[in-house]
């Protein structure tokens, strides 16, 4: 079978962004990579059918081109559009969507906006905090974290970020002590785990003398089994090598193993929330029931890693409304069907008057909602 390559060029804030797709005969897969100034940022990847159509092959190859290049595109516009807008909360939320895609740049502009607009506003700030240590700028992001987690010290997402901090700035005692506390706030919280035991075997690697050893090792060892416990996705490889490793006292191999599982759990993350973010934020016009049941999802997974955060909880409340009010419009399009089919059907008619009066003053009482929230 051919393979087909297809490569699209845009340039934003003088950065170069390179898209490609192409077909694998072999896997019988079409992938499409996203470069940003010859740094690979994103790889989408989809099994197509096992046939021997070129035409057909090239066909999907240009629809999954066309769709990774027309979401870029939608982003970016949202994104220059965002410069000149007062919404703090769309904003922020376009901000993420960004930071997921690695436009780190572009992110920090309408973060840093929408602290501006809302001073009060800690998840923009907490964001924040994260685009800029990918960017490198570890003060300013400590600087962040610290002040998201002073105004919402119960949020153990905040307390985890900071901790994050600490460990690249290579303050292992300040990191243990921000993780701890995530976890004082929630006793499943995987990724805290993991990063305790992280910030653990690096103070064993620096100092290894059997007295910090034998402080550290068991402790270490159970963060790490119950970050994997608790989620399985930190059980990947080379989850298994890194445990026998760390038992083995072979730490300097266990850590370079851990930060490898760290950093596939990390772009699994990244992926996944890329790809919600990117529905959710570009396409919201035209979202479906999936868009509205992966937010609900999305949400709850928040809660559960957070469950001091009130506002996830207001979002998950106005999210189970507009679930709703879809249910509603399903139930009088089946009255609509049900009279076309039967016109006579009086019982359906008064039915489909009074559901239609209803759904009425539910649009209109979320359009409330929407302007308070």
Request: hydrophobic fraction near 40%; charged fraction near 25%; glycine fraction near 4%.
């Amino acid at each position: 079978m051919e393979t087909f390559r297809i490569n699209s060029k845009l340039i934003e804030n003088e950065k170069e962004i390179l898209i490609q797709t192409s077909n694998n005969p072999e896997e019988g897969t079409i992938s499409s990579t996203i470069y940003i100034d010859g740094v690979l940022t994103e790889l989408f990847k989809m099994p197509h059918p096992i046939e021997e159509n070129p035409d057909r092959i090239m066909s999907l190859v240009r629809s999954t081109h066309g769709e990774r290049k027309e979401e870029l595109e939608a982003l970016l516009a949202a994104y220059r559009g965002a410069l000149s807008s007062s919404e703090a909360k769309e904003i922020s939320e376009l901000g993420l969507a960004l930071y997921f895609k690695r436009f780190y740049v572009e992110a920090k502009d309408l973060l840093r906006s929408a602290v501006t607009l809302d001073p009060e506003f800690h998840s923009a700030r907490q964001t924040l905090a994260l685009v800029e240590m990918e960017l490198g700028n570890l003060e300013s992001a400590e600087t962040y974290a610290a002040e998201s987690v002073s105004q919402c010290p119960t949020y153990a997402d905040y307390q985890n970020t900071l901790g994050e901090i600490h460990l690249v700035k290579e303050d292992y005692e300040k990191a243990v002590a921000a993780f701890i506390e995530a976890i004082k706030i929630n006793l499943y919280y995987s990724r805290a785990y993991f990063n305790l035991g992280l910030s653990m075997l690096h103070r064993i690697v620096l100092d290894s003398k059997a007295e910090t050893v034998s402080n550290e090792m068991s402790r270490c060892l159970d963060a790490f089994r119950k970050s994997a416990m608790i989620d399985s996705e930190f059980a990947i490889s080379p989850y298994g090598q890194a445990i026998k490793a760390l038992e083995d006292s072979q730490y300097s191999s266990a850590l370079e193993q851990f930060l490898a599982v760290g950093q596939k759990v990390k772009e699994k993350i990244r992926a996944d929330q890329a790809s919600y973010f990117m529905h959710f934020i570009v396409l919201r016009d035209a979202a479906e029931d999936a868009s509205v049941e992966s937010r609900i999802q999305y949400l709850e997974s928040e809660i559960n890693k957070n469950p001091s955060y009130v506002d996830l909880y207001a979002e998950l409340a106005k999210t189970y409304l507009e679930q709703s009010k879809k249910y509603w419009q399903r139930g009088i399009s089946m009255y609509r069907k049900t009279l076309k089919l039967n016109p006579g059907y009086g019982s359906a008619r008064r039915c489909l008057e009074e559901a239609e009066k209803r759904y009425g003053e539910i649009c209109n009482t979320l359009d409330i909602i929407a302007a308070r929230s």
